[in-house]
Protein backbone atom coordinates (compact mmCIF):
# COMPACT_ATOMS: atom_id res chain seq x y z
CA UNK A 1 0.00 0.00 0.00
CA UNK A 2 2.96 2.01 0.58
CA UNK A 3 3.58 2.21 -3.22
CA UNK A 4 0.01 3.52 -3.78
CA UNK A 5 0.44 6.37 -1.95
CA UNK A 6 3.92 7.46 -3.72
CA UNK A 7 1.49 7.73 -6.85
CA UNK A 8 -0.70 9.78 -5.42
CA UNK A 9 1.45 13.30 -6.09
CA UNK A 10 2.28 12.37 -9.47
CA UNK A 11 -1.14 12.20 -10.02
CA UNK A 12 -1.70 15.59 -8.74
CA UNK A 13 1.57 16.89 -11.02
CA UNK A 14 -0.24 15.83 -13.67
CA UNK A 15 -3.50 17.66 -12.87
CA UNK A 16 -1.56 21.02 -12.54
CA UNK A 17 -0.22 21.00 -15.68
CA UNK A 18 -3.64 20.41 -17.57
CA UNK A 19 -3.72 23.94 -17.79
CA UNK A 20 -1.24 23.36 -20.79
CA UNK A 21 -3.77 21.14 -22.99
CA UNK A 22 -6.02 23.72 -24.80
CA UNK A 23 -2.36 24.12 -27.32
CA UNK A 24 -2.59 21.22 -29.00
CA UNK A 25 -0.34 19.31 -30.57
CA UNK A 26 -0.37 19.39 -34.63
CA UNK A 27 1.51 17.45 -37.07
CA UNK A 28 0.53 19.96 -39.99
CA UNK A 29 1.00 23.39 -37.89
CA UNK A 30 4.65 21.65 -36.20
CA UNK A 31 5.52 21.30 -40.38
CA UNK A 32 4.85 24.58 -40.65
CA UNK A 33 5.72 25.74 -37.80
CA UNK A 34 8.83 26.99 -39.65
CA UNK A 35 6.81 29.69 -42.07
CA UNK A 36 5.05 30.99 -38.80
CA UNK A 37 6.87 34.29 -38.26
CA UNK A 38 5.98 36.78 -35.44
CA UNK A 39 7.42 40.63 -35.32
CA UNK A 40 8.93 41.03 -31.96
CA UNK A 41 8.71 44.63 -30.74
CA UNK A 42 9.57 46.95 -27.67
CA UNK A 43 5.87 46.60 -26.07
CA UNK A 44 5.27 42.86 -27.10
CA UNK A 45 8.73 42.07 -25.42
CA UNK A 46 7.91 44.14 -22.68
CA UNK A 47 4.44 42.19 -22.29
CA UNK A 48 6.35 38.62 -22.05
CA UNK A 49 8.69 39.64 -20.03
CA UNK A 50 6.26 41.06 -16.88
CA UNK A 51 4.19 37.80 -17.78
CA UNK A 52 6.92 35.96 -16.99
CA UNK A 53 8.07 37.88 -13.52
CA UNK A 54 4.35 37.03 -12.42
CA UNK A 55 5.40 33.36 -13.93
CA UNK A 56 1.27 32.75 -14.45
CA UNK A 57 0.22 29.80 -15.95
CA UNK A 58 1.41 28.85 -19.70
CA UNK A 59 -2.61 29.36 -20.89
CA UNK A 60 -3.12 32.26 -19.20
CA UNK A 61 0.53 33.76 -20.48
CA UNK A 62 -0.38 32.96 -24.01
CA UNK A 63 -4.18 34.60 -23.68
CA UNK A 64 -2.50 37.39 -22.60
CA UNK A 65 -0.12 37.61 -25.59
CA UNK A 66 -2.69 36.32 -28.07
CA UNK A 67 -4.79 39.52 -27.15
CA UNK A 68 -2.16 41.82 -28.14
CA UNK A 69 -1.38 39.62 -31.05
CA UNK A 70 -4.78 39.96 -32.19
CA UNK A 71 -5.12 43.56 -32.06
CA UNK A 72 -1.69 43.79 -33.74
CA UNK A 73 -2.35 41.69 -36.92
CA UNK A 74 1.14 42.37 -38.08
CA UNK A 75 3.10 41.24 -34.96
CA UNK A 76 1.93 37.50 -36.35
CA UNK A 77 -0.89 34.78 -36.21
CA UNK A 78 -2.35 34.12 -32.27
CA UNK A 79 -0.80 31.47 -30.60
CA UNK A 80 -2.90 27.75 -30.73
CA UNK A 81 -0.16 25.33 -31.10
CA UNK A 82 2.36 24.29 -28.74
CA UNK A 83 4.31 24.61 -32.36
CA UNK A 84 3.35 28.25 -32.41
CA UNK A 85 4.31 28.96 -28.90
CA UNK A 86 7.85 27.57 -29.93
CA UNK A 87 7.94 29.91 -33.06
CA UNK A 88 7.14 32.45 -30.44
CA UNK A 89 9.50 31.73 -28.08
CA UNK A 90 12.11 31.53 -30.71
CA UNK A 91 11.30 35.07 -31.59
CA UNK A 92 11.99 36.47 -28.35
CA UNK A 93 15.30 34.43 -28.15
CA UNK A 94 15.95 36.29 -31.56
CA UNK A 95 14.64 39.49 -30.24
CA UNK A 96 16.68 39.38 -27.61
CA UNK A 97 20.34 38.62 -29.22
CA UNK A 98 19.62 41.26 -31.54
CA UNK A 99 18.99 43.77 -29.00
CA UNK A 100 21.58 42.29 -27.23
CA UNK A 101 19.42 41.88 -23.85
Do not use: W
Not at 1 to 11: F, K, T
Not at 43 to 62: A, D, F, G, K, T
Amino acid sequence: MAHSNSHQPSCTKAHQSSSVSPLHHSGSTTMIGGSVEYQIDQRLYQLYENLRVCNPSVLIMVNALNVVIRQYPALGPVITTCGDLECFIAAITEYEEEAGL
